[in-house]
């Protein structure tokens, strides 16, 4: 089995009370089953408020939201009081994985940060070296994985190359394609986004800010022209974490124009912004990846969508 991740991916370390998004706020935790049976055994106080804050009525328990829809365990200092009180280790799968994601091939495993993650987002984009992909152990590949690999290795080539512009490296990607973008009107997909499920009221407003504001496409080119580096490494994460997903659905297309069209989603909603720094496309992917990459629904749709505009 062969391990692969992004070379930055030993660089994340969770800045928990200084996180202002923590993604202990707004998001249903899941708790695994070995995890549930320790909760499950606690006693005193803590056992108490575990039975109190926590569903145990389906399949697979989870933590009940309190006010601002915060996790009942995370404390006033945004601290987790189940790892002061049990430590690190007594926490649930998905609370330690994120915000790694996986992806899987017949042999190979490759794990990822989630741009969803401030911190994340800010070792993703704010890198200034060309992306490098670490791989540990043996294994094979299946003719289609070893198509995509190949491909997926062009285009890094082609986005590592931070002399070009921005622009002149999206076409050299796109000649290995035959699918294009259609609707280039940023207003089309805003208005197409606030159609889809939406999380945060500050969503909304960035989508409805982008529609009255409908950047044309030469100007989005400019910005991320002028922001080549964090732009290219938007499109290497967006690329690395999803051109795999075209295994399942046979449809390679979408998943690089997916990636394209992030990028110029985002610059448009810096734009919006008058910003310029990195804190500012952080802040903007991280929301971003919030509504469309963590729901598999919206995700599905946007491809989907950009499927019948490429036809
Ligand atoms: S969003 Fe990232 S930095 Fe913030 S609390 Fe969660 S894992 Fe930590």
Same mark, same amino acid.
């Given at each position: 089995m062969i391990i692969a991740?992004?070379?930055y991916y030993n660089d994340f370390c969770c800045i928990a009370s200084r996180c202002r998004h923590s993604c202990c706020i707004g998001w249903e935790i899941d708790i695994d089953?070995?995890?549930?049976?320790?909760?499950?055994a606690q006693k005193g106080e803590l056992g108490e408020r575990m039975a109190k804050n926590i569903d145990w009525s389906g399949d697979e328990p989870h933590f009940i939201l309190g006010e601002g829809e915060r996790c009942p365990f995370l404390n006033e200092n945004n601290l987790c009081d189940i790892i002061l009180s049990l430590g690190e280790e007594a926490i649930s799968e998905i609370c330690t994985d994120h915000p790694r994601f996986r992806n899987y091939l017949s042999e190979r495993e490759e794990i990822g940060l989630g741009l969803c993650c401030e911190e994340a987002g800010r070792i993703i984009i704010g890198r200034?070296?060309?992306?490098? @992909? @670490?791989?540990e152990g043996e294994g094979e590949y299946t003719a289609d994985e070893?198509?995509?690999?190949?491909?997926?290795?062009?285009?890094?080539?082609?986005?590592?190359?931070?002399?070009?512009?921005?622009s002149s490296r999206v076409l050299a990607v796109q000649d290995k394609i035959e699918g294009r973008i259609e609707k280039d009107n940023i207003a089309y997909w805003s208005h197409f986004m606030m159609d889809l499920e939406r999380l945060d009221e500050k969503w909304t407003q960035c989508l409805i800010n982008l529609v009255k504001r409908p950047y044309p496409l030469d100007?989005?080119?400019?910005?991320?022209?002028?922001?080549?580096?964090?732009?290219?490494?938007?499109?290497?994460?967006?690329?690395?974490?999803?051109?795999?997903s075209a295994l399942d659905d046979g449809d390679i297309d979408s998943k690089i124009l997916f990636a394209?069209?992030?990028?110029? @989603?985002i610059a448009a909603l810096c734009m919006a912004d008058e910003s310029a720094d990195l804190e500012t496309v952080v802040e903007y992917a991280r929301m971003y990846s919030s509504e469309i990459e963590y729901s598999d629904e919206n995700l599905g749709l946007m491809f989907e969508r950009i499927n019948k505009q490429s036809l």
């Open positions: 991740y992004p070379d089953p070995c995890t549930a049976a320790l909760y499950r200034e070296k060309p992306l490098e @992909i @670490i791989e070893d198509f995509l690999m190949d491909l997926r290795d062009d285009i890094f080539d082609i986005m590592n190359e931070h002399s070009q512009p921005f100007e989005i080119e400019k910005y991320m022209d002028e922001h080549g580096v964090w732009f290219a490494n938007l499109f290497n994460y967006f690329i690395f974490r999803h051109l795999f394209l069209l992030s990028c110029r @989603i």
